[in-house]
């Protein structure tokens, strides 16, 4: 059928009543939000119904978006389409995590996280919270039926020690969550968590040996393309790698007996390389990718080049801050309204937390509020803190984590320090191309082994250079856990190979543009005829397919085949059965199909 030229795309209509009625509840959400007041039924009714009177007289805005429609573009891919939802969105009608229905006697809960970077937990006072009216309890790492050391999230990380849901007896970075405070109201949690007083004390490790120190490459600040760069040694075997021998830092303690020396926190790269202070990546494979003798291209080039430089790391800004609702139910089950981007990530780690059968633990998720990443593996941290207390209370919990305090929680991607070595013959072109990656990886693993994994498959990317290698490594920090962040270790594969070539071709003084042309793959010559041909046959297909279109050559096809059919039945039916004893059935076939069937057959 005729399509039109060009589509309009409108929002449904909509009284002004009731565009106030959600615009009032959105304002009203979000400044209970930011206060910590309670929202009632009443208090609602009112502020909608004096939204409603004071825009009562207004017109609701409306408008219009008129784009080309391609008829002959495949439908429905290439027509405009508007976004699923969007008119909810923009109308503040959607629902989102925190929106979720209030049950009676429900309770708020907010976050007590460390000060300190690395320390020893020496006293936790909760009984200061309780002084703030509205503070019905607290929320420990006791209170975990699985145990404080509860390995929660072994299925979605096997690298390095397991996160724990609260610290228990040492913090390893500042803003790791301790505890809850759960209070009646959100302003009352909040208030009670900032009197919660917490003691620390130092973290001991052994004294140094100076003979057994394992030398890593340096990661000094320079940028260079015709620079040495200092030799790299393998990973540490022992454990997931990281030692004390530089002077203490993350997951070190001091022998029995030995009081040992005060570690120190490493906040950096720097400092986490000069403490040795790795996670041991010796069992994954995913770390590191190789093609050709790099050593042997390395030694024949005419020229070697050697440079390095550093990538930032990007963070998250979604839209709904990490939100985690959770409602004990009858029989023991637990059903959660999480803010995540798996329910599946959640609901087997709370199982676990709880001590249940998956089957008994229900997350639903009806938007996310914004992710890329962020809400992928560091949503279940909320979700299992609220599940907790609401197997602790018998009741409702509710926690929608303060911005500031999920950013000292939660980092981004992934900084890292990029050491290259590259290899160029007499023409100028590059031959050998070795690169190493080190990266300033957060207190616990997280989902940093994404990044690791992704890393190395496309550092090459459209690039055919004959011995080719990269290798990456993770230091261990006293820092927040590091996410994934839209396109893990793709993007920065992108960066890091298009900022090697880049410098390359600056340094032999050639082009950017055609230097990358000279290193892209091609297609060998002996293909070259066989692709034409192919080319030529996939030409030759597209216009048998807009001849068959045109002439309706499958309908038909369609009627011809039916014909057929039948007329083969209506010869079968007339055949003659020759003798029964002969064990051989003949029949003579008529030239027509009968005109019993098909009247007008015979002319």
């Avoid at 022992?238 to 040992?260: H, I, N, Q």
């Amino acid at each position: 059928q005729d399509q039109p030229a060009a589509q309009s795309l409108q929002p449904p209509s909509s009284s002004p009543s009731a565009a106030a009625a959600a615009a009032a509840g959105v304002v009203l959400s979000d400044t209970c939000r930011s206060s910590g007041c309670t929202v009632t039924p009443a208090l609602l009714a009112d502020l909608k119904s004096a939204a409603v009177e004071a825009l009562s007289s207004r017109s609701v805005p409306r408008g219009t978006q008129d784009l080309p429609l391609d008829v002959s573009a495949a439908p429905p891919l290439y027509w405009p389409t508007a976004k699923d939802g969007s008119h909810l969105q923009v109308t503040g009608e959607a629902e989102y995590a925190d929106d979720a229905a209030i049950t009676a006697g429900a309770l708020y809960a907010a976050y007590v996280t460390s000060k300190q970077p690395h320390a020893k937990l020496l006293e936790i006072d909760w009984s200061l919270a309780s002084s703030v009216e509205g503070v019905v309890g607290y929320v420990t790492p006791d209170d975990i039926p699985a145990g404080p050391n509860s390995d929660f999230t072994r299925s979605l990380w096997s690298v390095g020690p397991p996160e724990p849901l609260f610290a228990h007896d040492t913090v390893e970075y500042v803003g790791q969550p301790l505890g809850l405070v759960v209070a009646t109201t959100l302003s009352a949690a909040r208030a009670g968590a900032a009197r919660v007083g917490v003691n620390y004390g130092p973290v001991f490790v052994q004294r140094r040996d100076s003979s057994s120190g394992a030398s890593r490459k340096s990661v000094s600040d320079h940028e260079a393309t015709d620079r040495a760069v200092a030799a790299s040694a393998k990973c540490p075997a022992d454990g997931w790698g990281a030692e004390s021998r530089g002077g203490g830092g993350v997951g070190a303690t001091a022998a029995v007996g030995d009081a040992g020396e005060e570690a120190k926190a490493i906040t950096s790269l720097t400092a986490a390389v000069a403490a040795n202070s790795w996670y041991d990546l010796s069992k994954f494979p995913s770390s590191r990718a190789s093609k050709g003798d790099v050593s042997a291209a390395l030694s024949s080039s005419t020229r070697v080049l050697q440079g390095q430089f550093k990538i930032g790391s990007q963070r998250h800004f979604y839209m709904e801050p990490q939100t985690a609702i959770a409602t004990p139910e009858e029989g023991g089950r637990m059903s959660l309204i999480s803010s995540c981007q798996g329910t599946d990530q959640v609901m087997h780690p709370v199982a676990r937390l709880l001590k249940m059968r998956h089957n008994q633990v229900h997350v639903s998720c009806k938007r996310v509020g914004g992710g890329f990443g962020g809400k992928a593996d560091r949503a279940v941290y909320p979700a299992g803190a609220v599940a907790v207390a609401a197997h602790k209370f018998r009741r409702q919990v509710r926690l929608v984590v303060d911005s500031t305090v999920d950013a000292n929680m939660n980092a981004g991607r992934c900084p890292m320090t990029v050491d290259w070595t590259a290899g160029l013959d007499n023409q100028g072109q590059m031959q050998a191309l070795s690169i190493d990656i080190t990266l300033a990886a957060g207190a616990f693993i997280g989902t940093t082994t994404v990044e690791i994994s992704h890393l190395p498959p496309g550092m090459d990317s459209v690039y055919n250079i004959p011995a080719f290698q990269v290798t990456v490594q993770a230091a261990r920090c006293n820092l927040p856990p590091r996410t994934t962040v839209r396109g893990p270790g793709k993007v920065s594969a992108a960066v890091i190979i298009e900022q090697i070539v880049q410098q390359v071709a600056a340094a032999v003084g050639q082009s950017p543009e055609r230097f990358r042309e000279s290193l892209m793959i091609k297609i060998p010559e002996q293909h070259l005829a066989a692709a034409a041909a192919a080319e030529a046959k996939a030409q030759v297909t597209v216009l048998t397919r807009q001849v068959d279109a045109v002439c309706g050559s499958q309908s038909r096809e369609s009627v011809a085949n039916g014909f057929s059919k039948q007329a083969q039945l209506q010869q079968l039916c007339q055949a003659d059965p020759g003798p029964a004893r002969s064990g051989r059935h003949t029949s003579t076939l008529p030239q027509v199909p009968h005109p019993k069937y098909y009247p007008g057959a015979s002319q």
